[in-house]
């Protein structure tokens, strides 16, 4: 059986549904998992989905990817903007990285086009709202296949 695809998740997701909706959307991040998880399932792989709002454990957590992922499916949220320690943990991994973001942040507030998630990614899927992780997922299925 081959490594699993991680997908993480930054600050604030877990609030998907009723955060911000006319930004984010109201599909909720259990309805994330659960439509990547049948597209994963359908394909034989298996999914490692987490979200956490703490830097730290998200950099343990890249990490972890580093040793036990085939590909990485990232949302960072606001530590996409913020997080030194984040971006030196993407250049760890040997494997494909996929930024994705619900909004687009290059269209919004200045302070958010600062990234340091981009310059490690192999590429990155912005603005389609939940849909972009099932975009995000079908990317990396085609890239591992
Ligand atoms: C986000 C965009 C970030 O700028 C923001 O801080 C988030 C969500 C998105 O998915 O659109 O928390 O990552």
């Not at 999914?47 to 990490?63: A, C, I, P």
């Not at 619900?102 to 990614?121: C, D, G, I, K, M």
């Amino acid at each position: 059986m081959s490594k699993p695809i991680y997908i993480l998740n930054g600050p604030n997701l877990n609030r998907l549904g009723s955060r911000e909706p006319e930004i984010y959307g109201t599909t909720t991040l259990a309805d994330i998992e659960q439509s990547c998880q049948a597209l994963a399932q359908k394909a034989g792989i298996n999914l490692s989905f987490h979200q956490t709002n703490d830097e730290g454990e998200l950099v343990t957590l890249v990490q972890e990817a580093a040793d036990e992922a085939s590909a990485l499916i990232l949302n960072a949220a606001a530590y996409t903007h913020t997080s030194i320690a984040l971006l030196d943990a993407l250049k760890l991994l040997e494997i494909p990285i996929i930024e994705v973001h619900l909004s687009n942040p290059a269209a919004r507030e200045p302070f958010r086009q600062t990234n340091y998630v981009s310059p490690a990614a192999t590429s990155g899927v912005f603005g389609f709202g939940a849909v972009g992780y099932e975009m995000a997922v079908q990317a990396v299925l085609r890239l591992l296949d």
